[in-house]
């Protein structure tokens, strides 16, 4: 007989209350109650027990939506499971280096969401004007103590002690660059020391964690479009992806197309390094541990891949475990802040997979969760035993790995 349960509770109201979801074979049992009081249930026998949990995952959902959590025990995988209201995508999300707070962006909002008790804080709020896009990326420094934030070209850091909020980049698409952003995101070294940024003039900045300007390389081109860049784990190395003007993001494949370039820049001595080309678009675009190999997404949706960035020769891929010959299907991968470890976004249940760095293996069960999203957020805490994932559809885990 088919058994399954959850038990949520809304930690941030007078009294916590509680909602527990079950499945005993064919039967949906609904319990709610507050405080230590005594549970009202109901039961509901549904045809098959698939329609059971379809039922229960139904409600847990709109549950989650409204504002209740998943604490996890000590034993649990998953210490934290929460979701936005409404379909609020969670792919603005970082993790607290420390692991302790989940840092979201919804609602024209940045939140911090705690998670050992999964009670949810406003901490800043962009104009009603600048809601037309939403915010971005949202990311913490090396302290924990200040977010780093995108609403449509802006760049600013917002410091969560003194409330003092400062503009690092800015861009208007179309009038003074040309950086998409929905496809150019700052981002950090493995550290947090240094920050890649895209600005007015089709720039591309590195600054180091207090603002100031260590690297500028532009991007201005009559026939070539910067998609993307990353910094290496030391910050010692600038990736820069280039595409063709004439290929449109999404909708046409850059085949054959020598434009479709990455340059890599070292960012001490100011000079590029390698020109690595692209057989076709990609996407998460970064650097392996050892700052030898690059490594892409092929057609955004397959991977990784790495390459050489001396050679441009392929040095190893994900593969699809149903299918040796084929890619893994990846939205999102990121490594640990140590390199130890490589974690892999994928689809829908067992969506999500943390590997050994160095062997990859593929054989790993997937981590527990449900998840029904494609993963397309990645952050580990700085000592890699905690994950947070987001994706299309709002649902945030932080895991313990």
Request: proline share 5%; with cysteine; hydrophobic share 40%.
């Amino acid at each position: 007989m088919r058994q399954e349960q959850v038990t949520l509770v809304l930690p941030d109201s007078a009294g916590p209350k509680y909602r527990r979801f079950g499945v005993s074979g064919a039967e949906f049992v609904r319990a709610a109650w507050s405080g230590s009081g005594k549970a009202r249930e109901t039961r509901k026998e549904f045809a098959d027990p698939a329609a059971a949990v379809v039922a229960l995952r139904r409600e847990a959902d709109k549950a989650l939506r409204s504002g209740f959590v998943r604490l996890g025990g000590v034993e649990d995988p998953v210490a934290l499971e929460f979701m936005p209201p409404g379909k609020t995508s969670s792919r603005a999300l970082d993790l607290h280096p420390d692991g302790h707070t989940v840092l979201i962006a919804y609602d024209g909002a940045i939140r911090l969401v705690d998670v050992a008790t999964g009670v949810r804080r406003t901490v800043h709020a962009v104009p009603t004007a600048e809601r037309l896009t939403g915010i971005d990326s949202v990311l913490f420094d090396a302290t924990g103590t200040a977010v780093v934030y995108t609403v449509g070209g802006a760049t600013r850091r917002f410091d969560l002690t003194t409330l003092h909020e400062e503009q690092l980049a800015c861009y208007r698409q179309f009038e003074d660059a040309l950086f998409n952003p929905y496809t150019v995101q700052p981002s950090w070294d493995a550290a947090r020391r240094r920050l890649v940024v895209f600005d007015a003039g089709d720039r591309v900045r590195v600054l180091d964690a207090a603002g100031a300007q260590v690297f500028e390389v532009s991007t201005q081109s009559a026939t070539t479009e910067c998609r993307g860049a990353a910094l290496s784990p030391s910050g010692r190395l600038l990736a820069v992806w280039r595409v063709s003007r004439g290929v449109v993001y999404g909708h046409r494949d850059a085949t054959d197309d020598p434009t479709n370039e990455v340059e890599v820049w070292d960012v001490e001595t100011g000079r590029p390094t390698a020109r690595v080309p692209l057989a076709w678009e990609i996407g998460d675009l970064g650097f392996d541990p050892s700052e030898t190999l690059l490594l892409v997404n092929q057609r955004r949706v397959n991977g990784p891949f790495a390459l050489s960035i001396d050679t441009g020769e392929p040095a190893w891929h994900f593969t699809n475990p149903h299918h040796p010959n084929g890619w893994a299907t990846c939205y999102a991968w990121a490594y640990s802040p140590d390199g130890r470890r490589i974690a892999i976004g994928g689809h829908r249940t067992g969506a999500l997979h943390v590997y050994d760095a160095n062997l990859r293996e593929a054989s790993g069960r997937p981590l527990p969760g449900y998840d029904d999203q494609r993963v397309r957020r990645l952050a580990f805490s700085t000592d890699g035993t905690l994950l947070a994932t987001g994706g299309d559809f709002g649902r945030v885990f932080v895991r313990r790995v």
